[in-house]
């Protein structure tokens, strides 16, 4: 109880040499039963909660040569995946490396109500030492036998430039309802392309699977060698990973307050990370920043200045084009109306651009008081 893996039971079957360990729902892994044995046969069943799951796997059972996954309502009505490979020992003069082949890949499907059963894959057989596809069809009920359908692999399938031209040797039927009509050459062909694919990312499914294995019983080797226990995320004495957190927690929130209030209130700030955020600068830095703080302030009030300034011609053109319009079509009263709107909005432009430059005159001298009480500015010319 109370074990960071999760590890609830563990029962030792000395007849049968196996062990069975019962897990609660927590674990990233989402492992629920974990059963094997000690003896020659390798014999591995992993048993996960399937609802936690991406991949809705139920089961996963591995033997010496083979390797199959349960699934439980899967996305594409998939119900179990079997690999059989064989093992060869490859000998060289140093050491003996141990190469795993697959031969085939079983895929079976639960029925898909929304096809025909002439349509729907019941099983898929990925012969890849034999280098065919076989088919099997859901059987109608009106039939004894399904259908059944092999594809058989091009000779140059796995090349690079992968081409072929399309030929009935590559093709096997056998359908039970003989009067269905027969698929195209141009979609068998588009098939056995897609088929060819699907194998490469179902192999991939597969190592994948066989890496989740060896992950497994890597980590369980760990979780033993270490049996920690679980601590509440409330217990922060105990806690250290919670402990951690916070500190680093803190120290990144004191950090952004810290650079934030810098960038906010220090007007030197852009001006010395600019050169590199010295810890002592000299009088003609210190003279050249003070010109260039000025500079900028000055080109942003005239910016601004300017900008005011281009609003207020921009209406004065816009007021003249109306009243030229309405003059030529002997509209009066819009002319009045639209006459008053614009004097109004020329009035608040004018008083903008005043108030404007009160305050860039304003804002100037307190910029030059602040610079000349700056101590950073003046000797020994100590910036931090």
């Known amino acids: 109880e109370h074990r960071y893996d999760k590890l609830e039971i563990r029962e030792h079957d000395i007849k049968m040499n196996t062990i069975k360990e019962k897990y609660r729902p927590g674990r990233n892994d989402h492992l629920k ?12 069943i992993m048993i996960y909660y399937h609802k936690s799951r991406l991949d809705s796997l139920s089961k996963r059972h591995e033997t010496t040569h083979e390797l199959t996954d349960y699934f439980i309502d899967h996305d594409n009505f998939l119900a179990y995946r079997k690999v059989i490979f064989e093992i060869q020992l490859k000998k060289s003069t140093q050491r003996s490396i141990i190469v795993k082949y697959y031969l085939s890949i079983t895929e079976k499907f639960n029925r898909n109500p929304s096809l025909n059963s002439n349509e729907d894959i019941q099983q898929l057989i990925y012969a890849i030492k034999d280098n065919k596809f076989i088919l099997t069809y859901y059987r109608d009920i009106n039939y004894i036998t399904p259908s059944i359908r092999t594809y058989i692999k091009p000779s140059n399938w796995n090349d690079k430039a992968f081409i072929f031209k399309w030929n009935d040797n590559l093709h096997e039927i056998y359908q039970a309802n003989e009067d269905l009509k027969q698929i195209s050459k141009r979609d068998l062909y588009y098939e056995i392309i897609k088929l060819i694919k699907q194998e490469e990312e179902v ?15 890597s980590r369980r080797q760990q979780e033993e060698l270490s049996s920690d226990l679980e601590v509440s995320i409330y217990d922060i004495d105990r806690n250290e990973k919670s402990k951690i957190y916070k500190e680093l927690l803190q120290q990144k929130t004191d950090e952004d307050k810290n650079r934030k209030n810098m960038n906010e209130l220090d007007y030197l700030y852009p001006y010395l990370a600019a050169i590199g955020n010295p810890e002592c600068i000299n009088a003609q830095i210190a003279e050249q920043i003070r010109y260039n703080i000025e500079l900028d302030f000055k080109n942003q009030s005239i910016y601004r200045a300017n900008l005011i300034q281009s609003w207020y011609e921009n209406e004065i053109k816009e007021l003249i084009t109306k009243q030229q319009w309405y003059q030529n079509n002997h509209v009066s009263k819009n002319d009045e109306f639209e006459c008053e709107q614009a004097k109004f909005r020329l009035q608040i432009l004018q008083d903008r651009l005043k108030q404007h430059e009160e305050f860039s005159r304003e804002n100037y001298l307190q910029l030059e008081k602040h610079l000349n009480e700056d101590i950073r500015l003046k000797e020994p010319y100590i910036v931090r």
């Open 33 to 44: 039963e974990y059963i094997y044995d000690f003896g020659p046969s390798y014999d591995r």
């Open 203 to 217: 192999i991939k499914r597969v190592r994948t699977a066989e890496n989740e294995i060896r992950d497994l019983q």
